[in-house]
């Protein structure tokens, strides 16, 4: 799991610790939901509206995952893997806060498969959207 750019040592025995080995949750997504890590929804009349994140779940493991990807945001200016490219495509037109959790969202996304599936991550084989 520490293959993954933001996830270090810390975060990977914390999220472990948390959620074992992930099974009970149905999809990434639901585990991304469950760290707080998806916007927050106020919709009515068939219009949507997105607000800031949840902040449900776990907010130590939260906090784990957003500041792990805050120094994967600040490096990616320099490297051409396609987290970086597409942190940097986000950024173009987002405050770096925003490209934070969404890169944090992606990861919590990826640690799910890691767990679930029980495979080794590589940046150019495995995409979790």
Known sequence: MQTVLGIGPLTATALVAAVGDGKQFKQGRS??????????QHSSGGKEVLLGITKAGDKYLRTLFIHGVRSVVNSCKKKEDSTSQWANKLGDS????????????????????VLTKGISFDTNHVHVF
């Open 94 to 113: 987002n405050h770096v806060n925003k490209v934070a959790v969404a890169l944090a969202n992606k990861n919590a996304r990826v640690a799910w498969a």
């Open 31 to 40: 585990m991304a939901a469950w760290l707080g890590l998806t916007p927050r």
